[in-house]
């Protein structure tokens, strides 16, 4: 053959496209399209049937589409067109040109194109699928993409102190930078979704948002898994890897827990902060990094310098840009704030329809000194969304650690007595206030007498007009 094509139906569009061709150039196979039933490859895919023409040039039909024909002082070609089928279904066409010869059958040649064509029909069946899935997993990603960008704003961090709003302020000013961020604060603050929020509001947002833990990786294991290694580089690397600074290449490296590294690799780590360069572990070839570097610790890091167990000149390279996490107990005005956004997430979650906290739970949330930060107060609301199966979050739903203050009514040496009326009272204020106030509709809410309701809310003191 003088060239060959196959040209692939775009069921959603009608439209031929060709997908892989000989004899032609890059800018024709990406230009040419037919439509179905428009020329010779248009008629085969429509109706199924191949088609053998002894001379182009005496075919009215015959497009000359891709330009290859020019002129009729070129040789006289044979043109050759078979259905590519999968079942009863033409999802394409192999062509091609050949040299006209009077003595060549063409009916042969077209059966031994029907057997090329039944042999491409499998793999464009693979192929097909294989660039659906693409195609998939493209707008998929876009999808996740939008919703990282989306879940890490600024304004989905909870919270409205002041401290909150110093925090808020020092990542709109660093975001836009490529400047190198130190994420101080007590473990659970929430150092990750600050570091989240800066790379997705940055410049380098479209690129990698690559996270490292450093303390949950051994320490023989951590230059590897920074910098990547050579195939051979020591026992057990059976191949070259890839480091983090590397996968990160054009976006953000999180290093978290960044006191945990030990002395060897902060000067690697220090190498690629000043130079922007590095190697891999057994490697010579030297790799530039395009990276953004942000990092958070929960130890105090002047000390460590002090102690020599932190180098000072990394220390310094890294507190560029520090912000301050605030924990919880710093915080005491954000408390209801979150507890409210964690009782919404997960009610949803677990398809509860739980409205609000008690007032005794309130007391009690808001008295915890909080030493596990966010991801304390978090995996309480869960807890308590797991065992309640009412509209409202009462003190007994909350765990233990929280109950053993005054506000809990548990403290050693209360009566029985007492525990019961502490518990009677919050259980008619809260029905009066999902009655907003009726004394009749809290009664039977509490399938109890109005006469009997109305005695027990006079003896603990409670007004229902309170509630309206």
Same mark, same amino acid.
């Given at each position: @053959?003088?060239?060959?094509?196959?040209?692939?139906?775009?069921?959603?569009?009608?439209?031929?496209?060709?997908?892989?061709?000989?004899?032609?150039?890059?800018?024709? *196979? /990406?230009? *040419?399209?037919?439509?179905?039933?428009?020329?010779?490859?248009?008629?085969?895919?429509?109706?199924?049937?191949?088609?053998?023409?002894?001379?182009?040039?005496?075919?009215?039909?015959?497009?000359?589409?891709?330009?290859?024909?020019?002129?009729?002082?070129?040789?006289?070609?044979?043109?050759?067109? *078979?259905?590519?089928?999968?079942?009863?279904?033409?999802?394409?066409? %192999?062509?091609?040109?050949? =040299?006209?010869?009077?003595?060549?059958? !063409?009916?042969?040649?077209?059966?031994?194109?029907?057997?090329?064509?039944?042999?491409?029909?499998?793999?464009?069946?693979?192929?097909?699928?294989?660039?659906?899935?693409?195609?998939?997993?493209?707008? #998929?990603?876009?999808?996740?993409?939008?919703?990282?960008?989306?879940?890490?704003?600024?304004?989905?961090?909870?919270?409205?102190?002041?401290?909150?709003?110093?925090?808020?302020?020092?990542?709109?000013?660093?975001?836009?930078?490529?400047?190198?961020?130190?994420?101080?604060?007590?473990?659970?603050?929430?150092?990750?979704?600050?570091?989240?929020?800066?790379?997705?509001?940055?410049? $380098?947002?479209?690129?990698?948002?690559?996270?490292?833990?450093?303390?949950?990786?051994?320490?023989?294991?951590?230059?590897?898994?920074?910098?990547?290694?050579?195939?051979?580089?020591?026992?057990?690397?059976?191949?070259?890897?890839?480091?983090?600074?590397?996968?990160?290449? /054009?976006?953000?490296?999180?290093?978290?827990?960044?006191? =945990?590294?030990?002395?060897?690799?902060? +000067?690697?780590?220090?190498?690629?902060?000043?130079?922007?360069?590095?190697?891999?572990?057994?490697?010579?070839?030297?790799?530039?990094?395009?990276? $953004?570097?942000?990092?958070?610790?929960?130890?105090?890091?002047?000390?460590?310098?002090?102690?020599?167990?932190?180098?000072?000149? %990394?220390?310094?390279?890294?507190?560029?840009?520090?912000?301050? @996490?605030?924990?919880?107990?710093?915080?005491?005005?954000?408390?209801?704030? !979150?507890?409210?956004?964690?009782?919404?997430?997960?009610?949803?979650?677990?398809?509860?329809?739980?409205?609000?906290? =008690?007032?005794?739970?309130?007391?009690?949330?808001?008295?915890?000194?909080?030493?596990?930060?966010?991801?304390?107060? #978090?995996?309480?609301?869960?807890? +308590?969304?797991?065992?309640?199966?009412?509209?409202?979050?009462?003190?007994?739903?909350?765990?233990?650690? !929280?109950?053993?203050?005054?506000?809990?009514?548990?403290?050693?040496?209360?009566?029985?007595?007492?525990? *019961?009326?502490?518990? #009677?009272?919050?259980?008619?204020?809260?029905? %009066?206030?999902?009655?907003?106030?009726?004394?009749?509709?809290?009664?039977?809410?509490?399938?109890?007498?109005?006469?009997?309701?109305?005695?027990? +809310? /006079?003896?603990?003191?409670?007004?229902?007009?309170?509630?309206?």
């Amino acid at each position: @053959m003088i060239r060959g094509t196959v040209t692939i139906l775009d069921p959603l569009r009608n439209e031929i496209n060709i997908e892989v061709a000989h004899g032609l150039s890059k800018s024709t *196979v /990406k230009s *040419v399209k037919y439509k179905l039933g428009e020329g010779i490859t248009g008629r085969v895919i429509e109706n199924g049937k191949p088609i053998a023409i002894p001379k182009i040039s005496e075919e009215p039909e015959f497009l000359n589409r891709t330009a290859t024909r020019k002129s009729k002082q070129d040789q006289e070609r044979s043109f050759i067109c *078979v259905p590519v089928k999968t079942g009863n279904q033409v999802i394409g066409a %192999l062509s091609v040109d050949k =040299s006209f010869e009077e003595s060549y059958p !063409l009916q042969q040649g077209q059966k031994l194109l029907s057997v090329v064509a039944a042999m491409i029909a499998q793999h464009v069946i693979r192929l097909e699928t294989i660039k659906r899935e693409k195609d998939q997993m493209r707008e #998929e990603n876009k999808r996740l993409k939008k919703e990282l960008e989306n879940k890490y704003t600024i304004t989905n961090i909870v919270g409205n102190s002041n401290k909150m709003r110093e925090v808020y302020q020092m990542i709109s000013q660093v975001s836009k930078s490529n400047a190198t961020v130190l994420i101080r604060g007590e473990s659970g603050t929430g150092k990750e979704l600050v570091a989240n929020s800066i790379h997705y509001n940055s410049l $380098r947002a479209k690129g990698p948002f690559v996270k490292i833990n450093c303390a949950a990786i051994p320490t023989n294991l951590i230059e590897s898994e920074l910098f990547g290694h050579e195939k051979g580089a020591f026992t057990g690397a059976i191949k070259q890897k890839l480091g983090r600074f590397e996968l990160a290449g /054009k976006g953000t490296l999180f290093l978290d827990e960044i006191g =945990s590294i030990g002395l060897d690799v902060q +000067a690697n780590l220090l190498r690629v902060l000043q130079e922007k360069e590095f190697e891999r572990v057994g490697g010579q070839k030297t790799i530039k990094a395009d990276v $953004r570097i942000i990092a958070a610790t929960n130890k105090n890091l002047e000390s460590a310098v002090e102690e020599e167990s932190f180098r000072g000149d %990394l220390y310094y390279r890294l507190n560029v840009f520090p912000i301050y @996490m605030p924990p919880l107990r710093e915080r005491k005005t954000d408390i209801l704030l !979150l507890s409210d956004f964690f009782l919404e997430r997960y009610s949803s979650e677990n398809r509860k329809d739980i409205k609000r906290f =008690s007032t005794p739970a309130i007391d009690m949330l808001m008295a915890y000194h909080w030493p596990g930060n966010v991801r304390e107060l #978090e995996n309480c609301i869960e807890r +308590a969304v797991l065992l309640c199966e009412e509209g409202v979050i009462h003190s007994y739903h909350l765990p233990p650690t !929280l109950q053993t203050g005054e506000e809990s009514d548990t403290l050693p040496g209360q009566s029985l007595d007492e525990a *019961v009326e502490a518990l #009677e009272r919050e259980i008619i204020i809260d029905a %009066l206030k999902n009655t907003r106030g009726n004394a009749t509709e809290a009664a039977e809410l509490l399938k109890t007498t109005v006469r009997k309701f109305n005695y027990k +809310a /006079k003896r603990y003191g409670i007004d229902y007009r309170m509630y309206r």
